[in-house]
């Protein structure tokens, strides 16, 4: 369809019109100008938002194209100005940020369409970072960009999230392991380290197994930092929940002052309340450490033996006792602190009970008897002996008592019934002597009779005549 003549001039001189104010300007948005920003904003979850919701100014300016090449191609150190308008509000000050994020995410009308939580900000106001700022004006604490990242915002279960679990510790790291700012606080930096070394960290970072506590599992993404020593148990709990249901039936349970999971397992004395280690030996460890004991040492003495199994368990009593004192009298005057160890030495004693039994089992079911009943039984035992560490914690020797003579009762009717094994298996051997005796005697015989039947009819061959 062809447009009538007086109409398309009439548009050109329309365009014309619009085009006019840009013979002296360009117009240029945010990202002309800040690219780098603007990258990593398209590749954050934040894309539905435009950069003026948190920095104002408008949408377009227009840049007088002498000056534009130069502020596109400007380096820091150029010192160039731009004059951003009223709107502009700037770079946001640190101690502004938590509540320029929580415009939005308090604000429940504004979250609900995306079915986010909005208590982060509340929560924060309640951590120690956020009291800092609030009370102290001190904005080097950790505020919401630190954690999340400023353009480059990602949510917790994307890999380069700076909250994702495996990134968390460098996160915290970058100022939890900064001597100089911990310094300033009274912190130690330790902390990262320790945890590193821990058997959460290893799991979390060396095994890359999400179910290890990270730093913000322990003390809250947003609130409750530290997690205070009264709280402890609830929080190892959340994992350990059987250790803490019979720790929870403990005197230490009610006692003011006591540090709960970490009084025992937070590395002795000071604050090192991350260096959690591995104490538990899982069954195929401790019969794999007795069969080594076994190469080197054929006959070894039961100390040897559950020094060789386990040597850990009263290590870490013995690396806490201090912190003990400060409610129990030395080892010496007190009443307590034998009977745990009596406990320990109760649950070894069981132990390697449990290792020589396996062993044996082992051995006799490599020969010619069929152990499959006994292995059966003796799976029993592997339930018991699992069952042995989380109850210790009740501190109560009696209940400890009872669970290692189920444990080994069972290794001893596995024992018996190797024992019947064994003996049945002699028997057979003796029985069979009058068998034996009757097979070589018959043999001889035939071999004497071929002799004679041989010298009688088998002709010599010539070759062995002329010899
Ligand atoms: C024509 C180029 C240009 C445009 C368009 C532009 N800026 Fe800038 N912006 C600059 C220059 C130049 C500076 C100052 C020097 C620097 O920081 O590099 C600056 C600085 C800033 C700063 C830091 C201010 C401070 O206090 O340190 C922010 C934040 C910012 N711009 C945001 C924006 C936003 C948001 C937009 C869009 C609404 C925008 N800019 C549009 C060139 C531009
Ligand atoms: C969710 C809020 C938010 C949005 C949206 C946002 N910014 Fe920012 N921006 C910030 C905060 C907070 C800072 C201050 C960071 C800091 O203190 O290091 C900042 C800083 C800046 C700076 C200064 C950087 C520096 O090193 O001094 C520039 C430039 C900037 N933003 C540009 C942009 C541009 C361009 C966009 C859009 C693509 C954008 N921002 C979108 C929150 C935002
Ligand atoms: C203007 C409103 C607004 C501001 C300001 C804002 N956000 Fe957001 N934020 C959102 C919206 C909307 C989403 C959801 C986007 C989606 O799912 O598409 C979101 C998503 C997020 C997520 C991802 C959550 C998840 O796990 O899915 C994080 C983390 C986040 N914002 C942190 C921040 C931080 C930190 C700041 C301050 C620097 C901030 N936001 C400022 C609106 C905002
Ligand atoms: C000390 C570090 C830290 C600070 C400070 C922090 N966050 Fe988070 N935030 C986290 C971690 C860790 C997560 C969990 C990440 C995940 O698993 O999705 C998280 C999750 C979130 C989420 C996802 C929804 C949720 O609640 O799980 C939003 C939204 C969020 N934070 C916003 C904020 C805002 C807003 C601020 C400031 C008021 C802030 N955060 C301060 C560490 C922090
Ligand atoms: C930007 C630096 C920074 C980052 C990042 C940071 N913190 Fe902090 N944190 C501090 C400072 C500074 C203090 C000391 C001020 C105070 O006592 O609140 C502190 C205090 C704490 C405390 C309280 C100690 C006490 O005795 O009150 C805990 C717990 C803590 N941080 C945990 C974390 C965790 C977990 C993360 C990571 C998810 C983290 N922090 C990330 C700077 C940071
Ligand atoms: C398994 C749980 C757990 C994990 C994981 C964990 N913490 Fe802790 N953290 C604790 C406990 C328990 C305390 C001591 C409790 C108290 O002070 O009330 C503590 C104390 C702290 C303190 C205060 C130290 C002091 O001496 O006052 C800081 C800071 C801290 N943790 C940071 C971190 C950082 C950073 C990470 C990650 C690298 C982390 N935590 C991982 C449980 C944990
Ligand atoms: C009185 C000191 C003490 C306290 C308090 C304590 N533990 Fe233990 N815990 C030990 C000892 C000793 C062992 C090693 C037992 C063994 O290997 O036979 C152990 C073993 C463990 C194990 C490994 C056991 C298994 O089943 O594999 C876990 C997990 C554990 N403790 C968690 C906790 C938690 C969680 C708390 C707090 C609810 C806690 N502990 C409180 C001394 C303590
Ligand atoms: C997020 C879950 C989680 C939390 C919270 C947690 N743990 Fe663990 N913990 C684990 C996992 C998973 C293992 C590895 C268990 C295994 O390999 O058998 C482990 C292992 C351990 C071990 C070594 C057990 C062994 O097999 O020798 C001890 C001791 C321990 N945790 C104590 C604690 C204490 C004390 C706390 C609280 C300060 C705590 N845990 C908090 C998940 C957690
Ligand atoms: C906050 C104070 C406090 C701390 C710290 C403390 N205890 Fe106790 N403990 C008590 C009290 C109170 C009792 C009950 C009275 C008694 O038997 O002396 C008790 C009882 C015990 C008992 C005996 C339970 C019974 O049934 O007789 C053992 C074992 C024990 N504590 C071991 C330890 C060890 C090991 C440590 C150090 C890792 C420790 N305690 C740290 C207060 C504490």
Known sequence: MLMPTHLLSAMAVLLFLVQVPTASGEPADCATCHKVEHTEFAASIHTSLSCQECHGG????????????QLIARKADWGLTFDHGSTFSGKPKRQDIPNLCGSCHANVERMNPFGMRTDQLARYWTSGHGKTLKEQGDDRVAICTDCHGTHEIRPGHEPGAKTHPFNVPATCGECHADSKLM?????????????????????????????????????????AMPPGFTSVSTVCGKCHDHVNKFFATSI???????????????????????LIERITKTPGVLIQRY????????????????????????????????????????????????????????????????????????????????????????????????????????????????????????????????????????????????IWAFAVLFSVILYVKYKQLKRQYVTPLPSERGA
């Open 58 to 69: 408008p949408t377009e300016y227009d840049i007088p194209a002498t000056q534009r090449a």
């Open 183 to 223: 310094g300033d606080f009274d912190l130690p930096t330790e902390v990262v380290d320790e945890y590193r070394q821990s058997v959460h960290g290893q799991l979390l970072l060396d095994q890359g197994d999400s179910g290890a506590p990270t730093c913000a599992t322990c003390h809250g993404n947003h609130s």
């Open 291 to 434: 069969s080594h004991l076994l190469e080197k040492e054929p006959n070894p003495t039961p100390d040897e033996i559950t020094e060789a199994i386990n040597a850990k368990p009263k290590e870490i009593i013995m690396r806490a006792m201090p912190t003990c004192t400060d409610c129990h009298d030395d080892l010496e005057d007190d009443e307590s602190l034998p009977k745990l160890l009596e406990i320990l030495d109760g649950i070894s004693e069981a132990e390697r009970y449990y290792a020589q039994t396996a062993d044996r089992l082992e051995k006799v079911g490599q020969g010619v008897l069929l152990v499959e009943n006994q292995r059966f039984l003796f799976d029993d035992a592997k339930t018991q002996l699992i069952g042995l560490a989380p109850l210790q914690h009740t501190l109560n020797n009696d209940k400890v008592k009872a669970k290692v003579a189920e444990l080994n009762a069972v290794c001893d009717q596995v024992n018996a019934e190797l024992d019947t094994l064994e003996d049945g298996l002699r028997l057979r051997y003796v029985a069979l002597i009058p």
């Open 252 to 274: 230490h349970a009610t006692q003011e002052g006591h540090r709960g999971c970490v009084q025992c397992h937070g590395g002795g004395e000071g604050r090192h309340f991350h």
